[in-house]
């Protein structure tokens, strides 16, 4: 199997991204205008179910399907996770769509996505190369 | 079997995109994520020498075939498993958008600014171009996305998520409320 997994597991992630309506411009904006609890919804029992999950699997240590151990990193603190999200944030309003979706709207035929998707690689370029000089 | 063409309430949504954690975790111990993928297209096309694209991204291929399955799957999901791509949003955000100045509500996106005509106009580069790169920007320097931050770092109880969605927060609502009214 390999990698092939991952994107099998990926076809069913952007299934439900479409089918959920995370991909909608419009519900972005209805979610940064509290006007529906939608996406409140969908992001609350997200988490919600994401977190019994690791608790189960940290409790009853289990394994991957090779039999290996569950390890997962911590997210680093740094100021610059607050600017970077703010920054996100702004983005994240004016296309309407975060990573995941980028590429379900492209899958769906919204080709014009594709050079969000290039932008957005661009972004991620210049990160890495101001890195040293951004506070963090 | 009508459901499945229907628009998934969020009830059912939110739980399936939450089991996305544990079933890459079991499948083969990866951390749900995806605004990584882009780093990694950095490290692999462009290093230019960058120390933080120096890794060996092959390590992490994974999560580009994660991300190219989300895209495959986009293409099912509106091509065979939907009826429309029309969204039933409140009407109070249609009343909102229309005293923009918005028009067009059948797509998933606005079709009047995501378009390949719009950019000749300078609102059609800001936001596909600069809105783009505001996303692949912040991401990377908050450490993750909303998959990555607000669904994995959440449900794993980590500060650092909460601070970056915060964030995300705070950007969305200067963005919607403060930037939109001057922008159109």
């Known amino acids: ?136 | 079997m009508d459901w499945i063409l229907q628009p998934w309430p969020w009830y059912v949504a939110g739980p399936l995109i939450g089991l996305t954690v544990p079933l890459l975790l079991i499948v083969g111990n990866k951390s749900f994520g995806v605004s990584s993928s882009l780093k990694h297209i950095c490290a692999a096309c462009f290093p230019a020498g960058i120390d933080f694209f120096k890794y060996e991204w092959r390590n992490e291929a994974w999560n580009l075939w994660f991300v190219a399955g989300i895209a495959v799957g986009g293409f099912i999901a509106s091509d065979f498993l939907s009826e429309t791509s029309v969204v039933d949003i409140s009407q109070s955000t249609i009343r909102d958008l229309k005293a923009l100045g918005m028009n067009s509500f059948d797509a998933y996106v606005p079709t009047e600014i995501f378009s390949w005509a719009s950019l000749g106009s300078i609102n059609g580069i800001l936001f596909i171009v600069v809105g783009g790169f505001l996303v692949g920007f912040g991401t990377r320097y908050a450490g993750g996305c909303t998959s990555g931050h607000a669904i994995f770092g959440m449900s794993n109880f980590q500060k650092a998520s909460l601070i970056a969605v915060i964030g995300f927060f705070i950007g969305g609502l200067v963005m919607t409320h403060l930037l939109f009214p001057l922008i159109f």
């Open chain 1, 1 to 136: 199997m390999g990698n092939f997994k991952f994107f099998l597991v990926g076809i069913i992630f952007g299934i439900i991204l479409i089918k959920s309506e995370v991909v909608s411009w419009f519900r972005i904006q209805e979610m940064f205008r509290f006007q529906d609890f939608h996406m409140y919804g969908i992001i609350g029992l997200a988490i919600l179910v994401g977190a019994i999950s690791i608790q189960l699997i940290k409790r009853f240590n289990i394994k991957t399907i090779e039999g290996h151990y569950v390890s997962i990193p911590p997210k680093p603190m740094h100021i610059g996770v607050l600017i970077g999200g703010i920054i996100f944030g702004l983005g994240w309003a004016l296309t309407g769509a975060c990573p995941g979706p980028i590429f379900g709207l492209i899958g769906s035929g919204y080709y014009v996505y594709i050079l969000v998707f290039i932008s957005a690689v661009a972004g991620t370029w210049s990160y890495g190369l101001l890195k040293n000089k951004l506070p963090h």
